[in-house]
């Protein structure tokens, strides 16, 4: 039994895709380590499927629609005061688009979703390591082998200090990645659990069977102590939104009153009146509530805020609402306004409408809901799924829903790690879902 999942983990269904899934499985998991030859091995994949695979990825609607908003991305780089500026701004977003097209048409059941989960989470066993050794042991190094191979660096005290950054160089950076972990780590914890407590198997096996709960379980802890530790509240806020969704789908209405009550509590701590919250604050650490209400960094300067950061994205939006100011217009922009250095505007929808102006972003904002909407019809309508397959596709889609929510509070675009994850997880949820609604068509078919 346990070969023969093995062999649906490592084997493609069509074995003239073969290579590009073992590129793409091999990527992803030095990818944390390595994103030079993450990258590398996965433009490869997409490369190799598209040249196997160009008829099936030309037919798909959602395709058309990406390179739809590929176009008008090049228009509206015309239009930019900074077309070189702008021009360097593409390659945030096109070669995306391509490796998202490519890896649709390679990823296609929850085997190898269930991969790929396992290799994200395998992959972030030595982010969390470095991290810790960051945060409680000093670790202070500036590695780098043959340029950009691999380039490894870490502040003491983390970045900025006391939050864990690890290796992705900022902690809002590791927060992001991290939350893709858990859910995906939750997702295969609450598989196995179920497994072990279904299934009775004789002693042999059983101990075959629990080493990867063990594993999962030791991950799980290990990923969401570090998530503590990063002190973001994006983070923070993700990872309950995920609990919550888990616990709803698992029908858990203890734990989902449970976290309900905490997180009350703690916001009660952070924004209720005086007397309220003092009394809340008696056993809630102010590690969590001051840094919600921001009386952990007190006297942050106005530009620095969100709220200000978003109504200066809408300002430039509403001045030039077709075509907007050009990819990576924003940061000139606002230092120019605000004499403060910022990258970008803390909400993806929002610099890309101030950017790219607003039909390209609807365009795009239309496709990302529309890989989502098919997923879960397909979740909810579909007989073909089993209990084992649902649970997996669910997990999906909480990470894709989970890093939209995401980006209306930071923007992940600029990072390569959390970029390509990002496309990954949009990849497999719309893979999956064409390949499975197809297999229900050939069904109906033949009844």
């Excluded at 490796?99 to 972030?124: D, K, M, P």
């Excluded at 066993?125 to 000093?138: A, D």
């Excluded at 709803?248 to 924004?271: D, E, M, P, T």
Aim: glycine letters at 6%; a positive charge.
């Amino acid at each position: 039994m346990l070969g023969a999942s093995l062999n649906k983990a490592f084997d493609h269904p069509q074995t003239n895709l073969q290579f590009p899934w073992q590129c793409t499985q091999w990527g992803l998991l030095v990818f944390p380590l390595s994103p030079f030859l993450g990258a590398v091995a996965i433009v490869l994949a997409s490369l190799v499927t598209w040249s196997r695979q160009h008829q099936t990825i030309i037919r798909r609607p959602l395709n058309w629609g990406f390179a739809l908003v590929s176009a008008l991305l090049i228009v509206t780089t015309g239009f930019a005061d900074d077309k070189v500026a702008a021009f360097l701004g593409l390659f945030n977003l096109l070669p995306y688009f391509f490796v998202y097209t490519g890896l649709s048409a390679l990823i296609q059941t929850t085997a190898q979703l269930r991969q790929i989960a396992y290799i994200l989470v395998i992959g972030s066993v030595p982010v969390v390591i470095f991290g810790w050794g960051q945060l409680f042991l000093g670790w202070n190094f500036d590695f780098k082998f043959l340029w950009i191979v691999l380039e490894w660096a870490i502040a003491p005290g983390g970045n900025p200090s006391g939050r864990m950054a690890s290796i992705l160089m900022h902690a809002n950076t590791l927060a992001a990645y991290l939350v893709i972990v858990f859910i995906l780590a939750l997702g295969l914890w609450l598989e196995k659990y179920r497994q072990l407590k279904q299934t009775r198997l004789i002693a042999q096996n059983k101990q075959l069977s629990t080493l990867p709960f063990i594993f999962l379980t030791i991950a799980l802890l290990g990923n969401f102590i570090a998530l503590i530790l990063t002190n973001s509240r994006n983070g923070w806020a993700i990872a309950i939104f995920a609990c919550l969704a888990y616990a709803l789908y698992q029908g858990w209405r203890l734990i989902v009153g449970a976290v309900v009550v905490i997180v009350a509590s703690i916001l009660s701590a952070a924004f209720a009146p005086s007397p309220v919250a003092q009394f809340f604050r008696r056993f809630i650490p102010a590690f969590f509530w001051a840094r919600l209400n921001d009386d952990m960094y007190p006297d942050r300067p106005l530009a620095l805020m969100r709220k200000t950061q978003w109504e200066f994205a809408w300002s430039l939006t509403q001045q030039h609402p077709w075509t907007g100011w050009g990819l990576r217009s924003f940061s000139k922009l606002y230092q120019a306004k605000m004499q403060i250095s910022l990258g970008h505007p803390h909400n993806i929808f929002l610099m890309l409408a101030a950017e790219t102006g607003i039909p390209t972003t609807l365009l795009f904002c239309a496709l990302l809901i529309w890989i989502l909407i098919a997923g879960i019809q397909l979740l909810v309508h579909s007989n073909y799924l089993n209990p084992e397959q649902r649970l997996i596709f669910f997990s999906y889609l909480t990470v894709g829903i989970g890093c939209v929510l995401l980006n209306t509070v930071d923007v992940t675009l600029f990072d390569l790690r959390l970029n390509t994850f990002f496309w990954v997880i949009f990849s497999a949820i719309s893979g999956a879902t064409y390949h499975y609604h197809r297999h229900e068509k050939l069904i109906a078919k033949q009844n």
